[in-house]
């Protein structure tokens, strides 16, 4: 089998050649025009930016993109689902806050926002997988219906799943609160008693009616859960959490299979930003220290090749100092002497206990992509 091709560009600029206009002649060179855009529906996934995180894809490049599938015909919107988690993006009405603030507006990006699953979470398809792990996958219904997906990843690094890029994007960032739930856990959610406040909302949005209040504490009778956690996604209180969590592996294959959910049956395209190379998840109100300098921008039909690409990439860098790699280095006394850790995997060193392999491994094995790939440069 032929490898998948990822197409490269460097941050390098000249007059008439800046980062915007390099972004789409990448773009074009990977093939994005041969998709047939005409009057579909196209979801740009992209993660907004957590209140106080500033290592986000900058709007002006989500500008170009909506640009050029629109004069391609494309009917395109900028999306992204709920977090689990209570923070600055938990429901829509804060989500699109953060949205706004952060650039992603019609003015600034040149497309309106949606939040794929709706004002708390709820709002989501099944799409039938028969997975290893997961059999229906819970997508944001704007996601789901949407004809054509196009991915914009910050690739960075992540403390459960390795680092975060196309996968990580589309699986988690296309799950609605209670498919964030199930990728997380393997488990069915309890009620944190000394939070909860008994305003009966997990009550009213259980759809399997397992959820009571009862002495004004919420009550799961676990013979009618089925786990989907939308008693998690409706609480605002934290009352409704979850229980355990799932392994490194276990959510990188399951986030594999939610990503083949997101893309199944429908074009989809995938660019990668190496920029502002963050030790940690998105998700945290505040970005750390990059561990490694820029490196580019990667875009392919493929995102198992596309990640593997980019993480090779980081692997091959040096790091940069005075930051969380340089910390370590300097509590275990290693001296990374003149190479500063090039060839080394950065986020194995930064995240021990992760195996980011797993995701593309099982993504390869059920035919997201391909590990094997050839690399382009473009200038």
Request: net charge negative; aromatic share 6%.
């Amino acid at each position: 089998m032929e490898s998948s091709k990822v197409y490269f560009t460097d941050l390098r600029t000249a007059p008439g050649n800046d980062l915007m206009t390099k972004l789409v002649r990448l773009v074009k060179r990977a093939g994005i025009e041969t998709v047939d855009f005409k009057d579909k529906f196209t979801a740009v996934k992209i993660h907004f930016g957590e209140p106080g995180n500033l290592a986000y894809i900058r709007p002006n490049y989500a500008a170009k993109i909506v640009d050029l599938v629109r004069s391609l015909g494309g009917k395109v919107f900028l999306t992204d689902s709920n977090t689990l988690y209570s923070g600055g993006r938990s429901n829509a009405v804060d989500h699109l806050h953060a949205a706004m603030d952060n650039g992603f507006n019609p003015i600034s990006a040149h497309a309106d926002v949606i939040i794929a699953d709706g004002l708390k979470g709820t709002d989501y398809k099944e799409i039938p997988l028969d997975g290893e792990y997961c059999k229906a996958p819970k997508i944001g219904a704007a996601i789901a219906d949407a004809d054509i997906i196009i991915s914009m990843n910050h690739f960075k690094g992540h403390e459960q799943t390795g680092f975060g890029g196309a996968l990580k994007n589309l699986g988690m960032g296309s799950a609605s609160v209670g498919g964030k739930l199930e990728l997380h856990s393997s488990s069915q959610p309890v009620i944190d008693t000394d939070k909860c406040i008994g305003c009966r909302i997990c009550e009213k949005y259980c759809r399997h009616d397992a959820v009571k209040v009862t002495d004004r504490k919420a009550v799961i009778d676990y013979s009618k859960c089925v786990g989907c956690g939308q008693c998690v996604a409706v609480c605002q209180h934290g009352g409704a959490v979850v229980k355990d969590w799932d392994s490194s592996e276990t959510l990188n294959y399951k986030i594999a299979e939610y990503a083949l959910a997101v893309v199944k049956d429908k074009p989809s395209f995938h660019i990668n930003f190496i920029m502002n190379v963050s030790p940690n998840c998105d998700c945290w109100n505040h970005n750390d220290a990059a561990i490694i300098p820029d490196l580019g921008i990667a875009a392919s039909f493929d995102p198992v090749a596309l990640d593997c690409a980019c993480a090779d990439l980081v692997k091959a860098a040096p790091t940069l100092e005075k930051n969380v790699i340089a910390d370590l280095d300097k509590k275990s006394g290693h001296d990374c002497g003149h190479n500063h850790h090039e060839g080394e995997d950065k986020f194995h060193i930064v995240h021990p206990d992760t195996k980011w392999e797993a995701g593309v491994e099982h993504g390869e094995k059920i035919g997201l992509g391909q590990r094997a790939y050839t690399l382009v440069t473009v200038k």
